[in-house]
């Protein structure tokens, strides 16, 4: 019997057989899986879009320019104003006394509230004179987050394609490798039926036997490294293309 190898698939813009109302069958061996992909533009875009990387350089660009905000605005720390309220009951006491008579006693009382606002201004010359290096070190400091980050977006880029097309360049190989495991599994067949008539010697039956085995084995390891970069470029890219299913 003939290996099988048809995948079972939900496209992602799911078009479906209207008629029966069940998602469309991918076969790798027949169809074009680049057909079935989305844009490798798209795929590039979602690769860069879901890098845990390249997300954590995003969040060490917005630190980096906290930072720098916060040195900018390091100087008011040097300049305030402070403020003293004052209430309460004010007493006073006081005698009057004149010649040949007794002291007279006088006592005053009130209400009375002050209140004194005062401003300082410290000017520490370490900081002056450092003040445009701390900014000019934050500067620096995001502009070497923003070129790592390009470094990772080039990278990520690259590695998308790489990808993309192996899994294009497998699916070619796959179909080579299941022609040649299809006709070597005839040649056995005929041979077999011929050994039993006496037309061809054990030693060649048992050449075409290896020969198919060599090609059966090749087409079941394409199949595997077209399954494995077809997983890989999910994983990459951050989504699901629903095309593999099942593999037999």
């Known amino acids: 019997?003939?290996?099988?190898?048809?995948?079972?698939?939900?496209?992602?813009?799911?078009?479906?057989?209207?008629?029966?109302?069940?998602?469309?069958?991918?076969?790798?061996?027949?169809?074009?899986?680049q057909d079935k992909l989305p844009p490798l533009e798209l795929l590039i875009d979602s690769a860069i879009k879901n890098a845990p990387l390249i997300r954590m350089e995003d969040a060490e660009i917005s630190l980096a320019r906290y930072k720098l905000k916060e040195k900018r605005k390091a100087w008011t720390k040097n300049f305030g104003f402070s403020s003293n309220l004052k209430w309460g009951n004010r007493y006073q006491y006081s005698t009057s006394e004149t010649a040949g008579s007794l002291p007279t006693e006088f006592l005053a009382t009130g209400n009375q509230t002050t209140f004194d606002v005062g401003v300082f201004l410290k000017v520490p010359i370490f900081e002056i004179v450092n003040r445009k290096n701390?900014?000019?070190?934050?500067?620096?400091?995001?502009?070497?987050?923003?070129?790592?980050?390009e470094e990772m977006i080039k990278g990520t880029?690259?590695?998308?394609?790489?990808?993309?097309?192996?899994?294009?360049?497998?699916q070619?190989?796959?179909?080579?490798?299941?022609?040649?495991q299809i006709t070597s599994s005839l040649q056995v067949i005929m041979a077999e039926?011929?050994?039993?008539?006496?037309?061809?010697?054990i030693a060649e039956l048992a050449r075409l036997t290896q020969t198919h085995s060599t090609n059966l084995y090749n087409y079941k390891k394409d199949r595997m490294?077209?399954?494995?970069?077809?997983?890989?470029?999910?994983?990459?890219?951050?989504?699901?293309?629903?095309?593999?299913?099942?593999i037999y």
Request: proline share 3%.
């Open 134 to 149: 701390y900014v000019n070190q934050g500067k620096r400091t995001i502009e070497a987050h923003i070129i790592r980050r």
């Open 225 to 246: 490294l077209f399954y494995r970069q077809y997983l890989l470029l999910e994983q990459l890219v951050g989504m699901k293309f629903n095309l593999l299913n099942e």
């Open 1 to 33: 019997m003939l290996p099988l190898f048809v995948l079972s698939i939900v496209l992602k813009s799911q078009e479906v057989d209207n008629s029966k109302n069940l998602p469309l069958q991918f076969n790798p061996l027949v169809d074009n899986i």
């Open 193 to 201: 039926k011929e050994f039993l008539n006496g037309k061809i010697s």
């Open 172 to 180: 070619d190989l796959l179909k080579v490798k299941n022609e040649a």
């Open 157 to 170: 880029k690259q590695e998308v394609i790489f990808t993309y097309q192996n899994v294009l360049l497998h």
